[in-house]
């Protein structure tokens, strides 16, 4: 499997998985179940690309791990890691790798992100030695084939393209005939002998999915792909707040996202919480808060908001992307409506 050798500080042949997919698709969720399963000798490490500057998702799956000190997460907020030469993504997983020494390495790019760009970097030279890369999985919801949107969009055709493994997700919401058009449209636009295809409900996947090898087109077709240009070689680091909040606006790929991370003395109702998101026309929003009943995460994908519970959160963070830059515009004084008078200890 890996990795140490005789110098304790050497790492090799990782094996090491991208998982990605369109925003939406339940790419955290497909983790989560992943770390639900690791084997309970191995340490794994996680790193999370997310297209807002907001971190959220390394607070998800630091909650969902528990005491699990043998899973290790990273996040690059603020975009496509692999943008700019790939040195957010490469300081990242570097310092990562250092840090864990893990025994299996998952990648999850934003939804908006360059996957191909992302491969180029993993099978290039810099990390031949030390990663082993296996077969990438892509999560495809069959419902936005007949949505031209999402068939008209490269970063969505590249995500099912360079995957070993794609999988069906939400396939408990499909209709009788929207599966076999997802596989007819892989077949007619890619083919399908170099894949293997799923359905799966809820993120519910098989831990064997990650082992399968990379085609030998991820491992090299890819090397020599132009990085994207972006204009900082590094995003910025948002921290939480002693008072009050920050916030923070990003835009690509036809999307425009704002995020928000609040002062942990703050405390919201969740019962506004969920009627302002149930209200919002946006394409994705993710957040947890610090709630008068307690740690809650809110999650809107398809107009459709659901909630979780936590035991903990360090603080309050939101973050919501939408094609309409406009419909963000008004959001922040209706957060701020949205909060308790009364305020938790920080």
């Not at 996040?75 to 300081?91: A, H, K, R, S």
């Not at 499909?174 to 359905?199: R, T, W």
């Not at 942990?264 to 994705?284: A, C, H, I, N, Y």
Request: glycine content about 8%; some cysteine; aromatic content about 8%.
């Amino acid at each position: 499997m890996m990795a140490a050798t005789g110098d304790k500080n050497s790492i090799t042949q990782v094996p090491t998985n991208i998982i990605t997919g369109f925003l939406g698709v339940g790419k955290t969720t497909v983790i989560q179940k992943l770390l639900s399963q690791k084997p309970v000798e191995e340490r794994w490490a996680v790193l999370v690309n997310e297209f807002g500057e907001v971190g959220i998702d390394s607070n998800l799956f630091s909650s969902a791990k528990g005491q699990n000190n043998s899973v290790t997460i990273s996040q690059v907020p603020g975009g496509c890691m692999c943008c700019t030469n790939g040195l957010p993504m490469q300081m990242a997983l570097n310092l990562l790798l250092k840090e864990s020494k893990p025994h299996r390495l998952l990648i999850e790019p934003t939804g908006l992100g360059h996957p191909k760009e992302a491969l180029a970097i993993l099978s290039g030279e810099s990390y031949r030695e030390v990663l082993n890369l296996q077969a990438t999985l892509s999560l495809v919801d069959a419902r936005k084939i007949n949505d031209a949107r999402y068939t008209s969009n490269e970063t969505f055709n590249q995500q099912i393209e360079i995957a070993e493994v794609v999988i069906a997700n939400k396939a408990d919401l499909y209709q009788s005939n929207e599966f076999p058009l997802l596989v007819e449209y892989m077949d007619a636009k890619f083919g399908l002998d170099d894949k293997q295809i799923y359905q799966a409900q809820h993120g519910a996947v098989e831990l064997e999915w990650l082992s399968r090898a990379a085609s030998e087109k991820n491992q090299n077709a890819y090397r020599d792909a132009a990085p994207v240009n972006s204009s900082s070689a590094l995003p910025p680091t948002l921290d939480t707040p002693r008072d009050g909040f920050v916030s923070a606006d990003n835009a690509g790929e036809g999307f425009f996202s704002r995020g928000w991370i609040f002062n942990p003395g703050w405390q919201f109702d969740s019962v506004k919480l969920l009627s302002l998101f149930q209200g919002l026309d946006v394409e994705r929003l993710k957040g947890v808060f610090i709630t008068s009943e307690g740690f809650i995460g809110f999650n809107k994908v398809d107009d459709v908001v659901t909630q979780l519970r936590f035991n903990f959160m360090p603080d309050s963070r939101v973050e919501v992307i939408s094609r309409q830059q406009e419909v963000l515009a008004g959001l922040e004084k209706s957060l701020l409506d949205c909060r308790n008078s009364s305020r938790v200890s920080s």
